[in-house]
């Protein structure tokens, strides 16, 4: 049946290996592709169902000004039904004082605000049975086993302080970007369970944990040594059990979208498997009160 999946963060890595592979094995699946440029030319070759969005994720108007395109597009017929949304774009950067035009710390703003403003302005356009697959981090552990000493576990704050630059001690430095990212995967993981609690049935929610994966350019904004540490020694890791490649991490997240690995929603799918994520995850307290301040951050419908 022809079904409508909404990407972000397509255009390389994990997910240009999950959008090469939605596009093969679901041919009916039209892949509608949110990116600061076009990708279709790049994945919409073969005759195969791609379009485009243009949005920047750090900018609360531009995601709108896109769940409005994507809304209309799909209310007029020119999509198939809204299946499907893969969260999967997301950032880290060098330091913990990055600002959006909306004044939010960029890490949070796109890890978590875009995603929960694009959620809400899709919800009512979901035809159920619907999947939508956020991409998180086992860096949310904040263990050297999940974490291999290279980022700093989560430190939590209320969810305002998280939102605003310089949340994090020393904040011109890696650690605190690091440490902005790793709570920032805490975070779509609580909001992963309060979205399974308020969605209507039909719709599931699923947090998505790829492992360690070298060479996907989310250590763009690091010094150059360590760029080239992790685009050109690292991805040697994939070949042991400490590391996951990036076929192998997309072909899990496709999987993962098209139903193909089973989830109950709100559930943490480590690989491509259902597991436990930290025992910090499960808060609902906190889940709840970063629902709301999200929602009044990015003016969401109510």
Same mark, same amino acid.
């Given at each position: 049946?022809?079904?409508?999946? !909404?990407?972000?963060?397509?255009?390389?890595?994990?997910?240009?290996?999950?959008?090469?592979?939605?596009?093969? $094995?679901?041919?009916?699946?039209?892949?509608?592709?949110?990116?600061?440029?076009?990708?279709?030319? !790049? %994945?919409?070759?073969?005759?195969?169902?791609?379009?485009?969005?243009?949005?920047?994720?750090?900018?609360?108007?531009?995601?709108?000004?896109?769940? /409005? &395109? @994507?809304?209309?597009?799909?209310?007029?017929?020119?999509?198939?039904?809204?299946?499907?949304? *893969?969260?999967?774009? +997301? *950032?880290?950067?060098?330091?913990?004082?990055?600002? #959006?035009?909306?004044?939010?710390?960029?890490?949070?703003?796109?890890?978590?605000?875009?995603?929960?403003?694009?959620?809400?302005? %899709?919800?009512?356009?979901?035809?159920?049975?619907?999947?939508? /697959?956020?991409? *998180?981090?086992? #860096?949310?552990?904040?263990?050297?086993?999940?974490?291999?000493?290279?980022?700093?576990?989560?430190?939590?704050?209320?969810?305002?302080? %998280?939102?605003?630059?310089?949340?994090?001690?020393?904040?011109?430095? #890696?650690?605190?970007?690091?440490?902005?990212?790793?709570?920032?995967?805490?975070?779509?993981?609580?909001?992963?369970?309060?979205?399974?609690?308020?969605?209507?049935? +039909?719709?599931?929610?699923?947090?998505?944990?790829?492992?360690?994966?070298?060479?996907?350019?989310?250590?763009?904004?690091?010094?150059?040594?360590?760029?080239?540490?992790?685009?050109?020694?690292?991805?040697?890791?994939?070949?042991?059990?400490?590391? #996951?490649?990036?076929?192998?991490?997309?072909?899990?997240?496709?999987?993962?979208?098209?139903?193909? @690995?089973?989830?109950?929603? +709100?559930?943490?799918?480590?690989?491509?498997? /259902?597991?436990?994520?930290?025992? $910090?995850?499960?808060?609902?307290?906190?889940?709840?009160?970063?629902? $709301?301040?999200? &929602?009044?951050? *990015?003016?969401?419908?109510?």
């Amino acid at each position: 049946m022809p079904a409508t999946i !909404v990407m972000t963060g397509a255009g390389r890595g994990i997910g240009r290996a999950a959008a090469e592979r939605i596009l093969r $094995e679901s041919p009916d699946t039209h892949l509608l592709l949110v990116a600061r440029s076009p990708l279709t030319g !790049v %994945l919409g070759i073969g005759g195969r169902s791609v379009s485009s969005v243009t949005a920047d994720l750090a900018s609360l108007d531009s995601v709108r000004t896109a769940a /409005v &395109e @994507i809304r209309t597009r799909l209310d007029h017929g020119d999509l198939p039904p809204l299946h499907g949304f *893969v969260a999967n774009a +997301g *950032v880290q950067y060098t330091n913990a004082r990055t600002e #959006t035009p909306d004044g939010f710390e960029a890490t949070f703003a796109v890890n978590v605000l875009a995603n929960h403003l694009f959620l809400r302005l %899709l919800q009512g356009c979901f035809a159920r049975p619907a999947r939508i /697959v956020i991409t *998180v981090s086992d #860096t949310h552990f904040g263990d050297f086993r999940h974490n291999l000493g290279m980022v700093p576990g989560p430190v939590w704050d209320a969810p305002d302080a %998280l939102a605003r630059p310089c949340a994090f001690p020393d904040p011109d430095t #890696t650690t605190a970007g690091r440490t902005a990212y790793s709570t920032s995967k805490l975070a779509a993981i609580h909001l992963v369970h309060e979205y399974a609690r308020r969605l209507p049935a +039909g719709i599931d929610v699923i947090a998505y944990n790829p492992g360690f994966v070298p060479g996907t350019d989310l250590a763009r904004d690091a010094g150059p040594f360590s760029r080239f540490a992790v685009r050109r020694i690292l991805p040697a890791l994939s070949l042991t059990p400490l590391a #996951t490649s990036r076929t192998t991490a997309g072909r899990h997240l496709a999987d993962l979208a098209l139903g193909a @690995i089973s989830a109950p929603t +709100g559930s943490y799918v480590d690989h491509a498997r /259902v597991a436990r994520s930290s025992e $910090e995850s499960y808060h609902p307290r906190r889940e709840h009160e970063l629902w $709301e301040v999200a &929602e009044r951050l *990015v003016g969401s419908p109510g």
